[in-house]
């Protein structure tokens, strides 16, 4: 290998052989040199060789360190006497010769690439390679498939086979030459097939097996559930069919009660309708979607029975046991008059019967929490009938009380001339009463008041 020598005079004093001075004279004829190409491309402007064309003057060069005289003729020259030299320049050229060898292989490559497509396209038609090629285009199926006779059709269908090797060769030429790697994978990809082959053998092998397991296990099984929800099913619509038969029968009860006055009946079947509306047993009925309104007018017609009972017998039989009272006090005058008294008392079995009677409708005011407004009710009415009834009682007991003998000759007197006046007041009346006659006049009113 050449190097550039440098120079300097004193280097070549002792240098006189006529090899060396054609080399001097041929290295500064040229531009370049093999060491100025071979020079650091990254160091700075001065450290490499440059000699201008048309310029009269040398550049400055730089110094390379002294090299050894040379040898004499004759003596052997080893390459262990260039290393140091070899080893400075060494990467560069390692790096330069890479990317020459890089840059020969890329040119060879397209051209093989661009050889292959011109081969595919000289030997396969054009037309085949458009983008939008469609064989079921009328022109194009024309234009691919020209033939007429079987003949003609037997050879375009070699021709296509042809076409199509071709392009499967030069496909794969391509490949191989953009990986490496390719037929490894191609190997991998046929060993990847038969694996898929025995997955799918295994898949069919589970499938059948899952098949006889749904057949003989699963399928029994589900059959046993869907047989059992569906007996459920029907159980809870009998049990909801049965829930409708009995509100249906206990709504014509229920009229039935309230129509013959039957209150506690009534109210018992009202509390069965009301337990079942308050629960969800009649959610999603449509058909009972009135029933909280049938029942509401059912207990107002029950409380409205209720409170006009009450007040007929407390009012009416209470008329009827003060008539009793007054009665029985008259009598009891009539006979203190004769010379012989006891006192008149009231019949506990009629307190009792009244007291049986009224029971009922007590407990079913009580049971609707209508008892409070009846008894106000009761009150009112009770006040006006306790006054009227004590103002009879007083008049009738008057006529006997006054009629009866006293041993004062001054109220006897009194008495004669009060009942002869006929125009007497009623507290002149009563005043005329004898004491004891008032104390009876008193319990009387004592007990219409009880």
């Not at 013959?260 to 009301?274: E, H, I, K, N, R």
């Not at 109220?411 to 009623?426: F, I, K, P, Y």
């Amino acid at each position: 290998m050449d190097s550039k020598p440098s120079p300097s005079p004193g280097r070549y004093e002792n240098c006189k052989k006529p090899y060396l001075s054609k080399s001097v004279s041929d290295a500064n004829s040229h531009n370049q040199s093999l060491a100025s190409i071979l020079n650091n491309p990254h160091a700075g402007k001065s450290d490499g060789w440059w000699w201008p064309s048309n310029s009269s003057s040398l550049p400055v060069v730089p110094e390379f360190t002294p090299l050894n005289p040379l040898p004499k003729p004759g003596s052997d020259i080893a390459r262990t006497d260039f290393l140091p030299y070899i080893t400075s320049f060494s990467d560069p050229f390692a790096r330069f010769n890479d990317i020459q060898q890089h840059s020969k292989s890329s040119l060879l490559d397209d051209q093989n690439g661009e050889n292959a497509l011109v081969a595919c396209l000289r030997e396969v038609p054009s037309l085949y390679f458009k983008e939008d090629f469609q064989l079921e285009d009328g022109a194009t199926f024309k234009a691919a498939c020209p033939f007429r006779t079987t003949a003609e059709n037997l050879v375009m269908q070699e021709k296509l086979s042809q076409y199509l090797d071709v392009v499967e060769l030069h496909l794969v030429r391509e490949i191989s030459l953009r990986s490496s790697s390719f037929f490894e994978a191609q190997g991998q990809l046929e060993d990847l097939n038969s694996k898929i082959v025995e997955g799918c053998k295994r898949i069919r092998e589970l499938k059948e097996t899952i098949r006889l397991l749904d057949t003989n296990l699963v399928g029994p099984a589900r059959k046993l559930q869907e047989l059992n929800v569906k007996r459920g099913d029907l159980v809870a619509l009998q049990n909801k069919l049965k829930l409708i038969i009995y509100v249906n029968q206990a709504l014509s009860t229920l009229n039935l009660l309230v129509a013959s006055a039957d209150c506690a009946g009534a109210l018992d079947v009202t509390d069965d309708l009301q337990h079942l509306l308050d629960g969800d047993e009649l959610a999603g009925l449509h058909c009972f979607r009135h029933l909280r309104d049938e029942l509401a007018t059912s207990i107002d017609s029950i409380n409205s029975i209720l409170s006009a009972e009450f007040l007929r017998i407390t009012i009416q039989e209470t008329g009827n046991m003060d008539a009793a009272i007054t009665s029985k006090f008259r009598a009891r005058a009539t006979i203190a008059i004769n010379g012989e008294g006891h006192e008149a008392k009231l019949d506990e079995e009629e307190t009792s019967n009244f007291r049986d009677r009224l029971l009922p409708f007590v407990i079913g005011l009580l049971r609707t929490a209508k008892l409070p407004a009846v008894l106000r009710i009761y009150r009112d009415t009770l006040t006006a009938d306790m006054k009227t009834a004590i103002k009879t009682a007083v008049e009738e007991l008057l006529r006997v009380l006054v009629a009866q003998p006293s041993d004062s000759d001054f109220v006897a007197g009194e008495r004669v001339a009060d009942t002869d006046g006929g125009s007497s007041s009623l507290a002149s009346r009563l005043r005329s009463l004898a004491p004891e006659s008032f104390v009876q006049l008193l319990k009387a009113i004592f007990m219409i008041v009880q």
